[in-house]
């Protein structure tokens, strides 16, 4: 596994705690409801949704929650190198129907497509071969019978979705969910991007959580000090070596 899933790997740094803190707000926000499918996505590339998604899956996993993280970042899906995965087949395999003849699986069974991970409870779908029309299957009427097919076998679903100002995958798949939450990082996101993404998912009827934010600098006395509240949350990414 690679060094991004400090959950798992580091789990008394503050980047894990961070990430347990932000399990936790969901928690609270659904405990009266049975809300389990959530998108992530972000305004454009580069604010770390991945690295949150793979790492608040493992902080779910840990509480013996069984977790399916379905990569739907059909273009650049990362989840497969995040937890050392078969690339393909994925999502948009089963959504388009082409599967290479080199796999073994019932290419209309969805289950066949689960992966497992080195974490227990958690599992992967990648994101597949790179269609030539992502935006499409994901509109299918396949893909919402997907989610339904998946609701009793899974105690959370976590869609990992493009940036939603860069294609419309996102916005079609935050309709599909029970709630989206938007990526952030310091320094990077520009407030009127952030804007335009909340905007943008609210007017096609989905319906945003929160906000992340992603790649603050932790010090010892921040993280003391550190307070959530709202729909503000805070996640931060250890400094990538050269």
Known sequence: MKSELVVANSPKSPEAEMFRSLRTNIQFMNADSK????????????EGKSYVTANLA???????????????DMRKGRQYSIFNLNPR????NFLSGVVDSDFSLDKDDIESYIQSTDIENLFVITSGSVPPNPSELLVS????????????KFDVLIFD???????????IMSRLVDFNLIV??????KMEDLA?????IENVNGKVAGVILNKVQITAK?????????????ATKPKQRK
């Open 184 to 189: 952030s990082a310091q320094n990077i996101t």
């Open 141 to 152: 009427n396949k893909m919402s019978r997907v989610i339904d097919s998946l609701l009793d």
């Open 161 to 171: 979705a493009p940036p939603c100002l860069i294609v419309a995958d996102a916005l």
């Open 58 to 72: 493992t902080a779910f996993a840990q509480i013996n929650k069984k977790v399916l993280i379905i990569d739907v």
């Open 89 to 92: 087949p994925g999502i948009s």
């Open 35 to 46: 809300k389990k499918v959530m998108q992530i996505t972000s305004t454009v590339p580069g």
């Open 222 to 234: 921040t993280y003391e000090n550190a307070y959530y509240y709202g729909e503000k949350i805070s």
């Open 196 to 200: 335009k993404a909340k905007n943008a």
